[in-house]
């Protein structure tokens, strides 16, 4: 018999029909009889009192009691001819923190049960309860937990969406050539892209070794037929990603170009204006050394004198570079 579900954060019973109802966290925890639906426990598994009870169910095998309780952070899928359990990836569901954060989910589930635990406040588990507690009907273990996985995918999906939004909103400033920060932009854009495509990579990888294991008996057929589902929307998930990393690095080489083009411009104009003034600068010098017999020293406008000489030399210097084709 179990001990009390002391740690449990919520626990829901589903009947042979799928619809749940709250279990009293004072309550023994025990699965529910084949056929006549499934237990859904979640835990922090942070706390000392829920690693306690993880440690004394018995319904729990020893290797998926050990994986819940693990610190590793790495997506896993592991079962046997009864269970699956293992890690991925989610989104961390903390107002206070960063929402981008990816941290892990464990699970495991069996004939009658799923459990699932996290250390920090995630987004598939939160919806998930969300969907229960409006009625959403669950038809085992297996479905609960391609909901699940399903909540993740719509988080990405949604990030998705918002970064390929701020994609096109750069390139228009690009095309437009009113270029501000949008260099800055990208950087956030390209992490968000590469957090993504980890995510996805972390998912991909268990669900296609679970789903094309030659050497699995017929045991999981329910299981891998939802992994192999989401793994054809995780597939196409990872090239719209792949998509925005590609218009991401074409729009840093775009921006890297225009602005050196506008360097190159600027540039040029300086280029320009020091060559127009160094004549005017080697009269004034000349003019102004304090050596005897400088001409126009003892007029009283020699002044506009060396100012035309001065100006003549750049307007010279002006015809010497249109003539090589500086202006061309």
Same mark, same amino acid.
């Given at each position: 018999?179990? =001990? +009390?579900?002391?740690?449990?954060?919520?626990?829901?019973?589903?009947?042979?029909?799928?619809?749940a109802?709250?279990? +009293?966290? %004072?309550?023994?925890?025990v699965?529910?009889?084949?056929?006549?639906?499934?237990?859904?426990?979640?835990? %922090?598994v942070? $706390?000392?009192?829920?690693?306690?009870?993880?440690?004394?169910?018995g319904?729990?095998? #020893?290797?998926?009691?050990?994986?819940?309780? !693990?610190?590793?952070?790495?997506?896993?899928?592991?079962?046997?001819? #009864?269970?699956?359990?293992?890690r991925?990836?989610?989104? @961390?569901?903390?107002?206070?923190e960063?929402?981008?954060? /990816?941290?892990?989910?464990?699970?495991?589930?069996g004939?009658?049960?799923?459990?699932s635990?996290?250390?920090?406040p995630v987004?598939?588990?939160?919806?998930? =309860?969300?969907?229960?507690?409006?009625? #959403?009907?669950?038809?085992?273990?297996?479905?609960?937990f391609?909901?699940?996985?399903?909540?993740?995918?719509?988080?990405?999906?949604?990030?998705?969406?918002? !970064?390929?939004?701020?994609?096109?909103?750069?390139?228009?400033?690009? @095309?437009?050539?009113?270029?501000?920060?949008? &260099?800055?932009?990208?950087?956030? @854009?390209?992490? /968000?892209?590469?957090?993504?495509h980890? #995510?996805? &990579?972390?998912?991909?990888?268990?669900l296609?070794?679970?789903?094309?294991?030659?050497?699995?008996? %017929? &045991?999981?057929?329910?299981s891998?037929?939802a992994?192999?589902?989401?793994?054809?929307?995780?597939?196409?998930?990872?090239?719209?990603?792949?998509?925005?990393?590609? =218009?991401?690095?074409?729009?840093q080489d775009?921006?890297a170009?225009?602005?050196?083009?506008? &360097? $190159?411009?600027?540039?040029?104009f300086?280029?320009?204006?020091?060559?127009?003034?160094?004549?005017? /600068?080697?009269?004034?010098?000349?003019?102004?050394? $304090?050596?005897?017999?400088?001409p126009?020293?003892?007029g009283?406008?020699?002044?506009?004198?060396?100012?035309?000489?001065?100006?003549?030399? !750049?307007v010279? /210097?002006?015809?010497?570079?249109?003539?090589?084709?500086?202006?061309?």
């Amino acid at each position: 018999m179990a =001990r +009390p579900a002391s740690g449990v954060i919520w626990a829901y019973r589903f009947d042979g029909e799928g619809r749940a109802r709250p279990v +009293p966290l %004072d309550d023994t925890i025990v699965p529910t009889a084949p056929g006549e639906g499934f237990l859904w426990v979640h835990l %922090d598994v942070v $706390n000392r009192l829920a690693r306690d009870w993880v440690n004394c169910v018995g319904w729990l095998g #020893q290797d998926a009691r050990r994986l819940l309780l !693990s610190a590793d952070d790495y997506p896993a899928l592991e079962y046997d001819t #009864q269970s699956v359990w293992g890690r991925f990836s989610d989104t @961390l569901q903390d107002p206070d923190e960063d929402s981008d954060r /990816t941290v892990p989910m464990r699970f495991a589930f069996g004939p009658g049960y799923l459990v699932s635990g996290r250390r920090h406040p995630v987004r598939a588990a939160a919806l998930t =309860r969300k969907k229960v507690d409006g009625g #959403q009907v669950v038809g085992g273990p297996v479905a609960l937990f391609e909901m699940m996985i399903d909540q993740v995918l719509r988080a990405v999906a949604e990030t998705l969406r918002a !970064s390929r939004a701020e994609a096109d909103s750069i390139e228009d400033r690009v @095309l437009d050539e009113s270029l501000h920060d949008e &260099s800055r932009r990208l950087g956030p @854009l390209r992490r /968000t892209a590469v957090k993504l495509h980890r #995510q996805l &990579s972390g998912l991909r990888s268990i669900l296609r070794e679970f789903a094309e294991d030659e050497h699995a008996d %017929d &045991s999981h057929v329910a299981s891998r037929a939802a992994a192999e589902r989401l793994l054809r929307r995780i597939e196409t998930l990872d090239q719209e990603v792949q998509e925005v990393q590609d =218009r991401a690095r074409f729009l840093q080489d775009e921006i890297a170009a225009k602005l050196a083009t506008i &360097s $190159n411009r600027h540039l040029y104009f300086l280029s320009i204006m020091t060559a127009l003034l160094m004549p005017p /600068t080697l009269v004034t010098g000349f003019f102004g050394m $304090n050596t005897g017999g400088l001409p126009f020293l003892e007029g009283a406008h020699g002044w506009i004198s060396a100012t035309l000489i001065g100006g003549l030399a !750049s307007v010279c /210097t002006l015809l010497l570079l249109k003539r090589l084709g500086f202006f061309d």
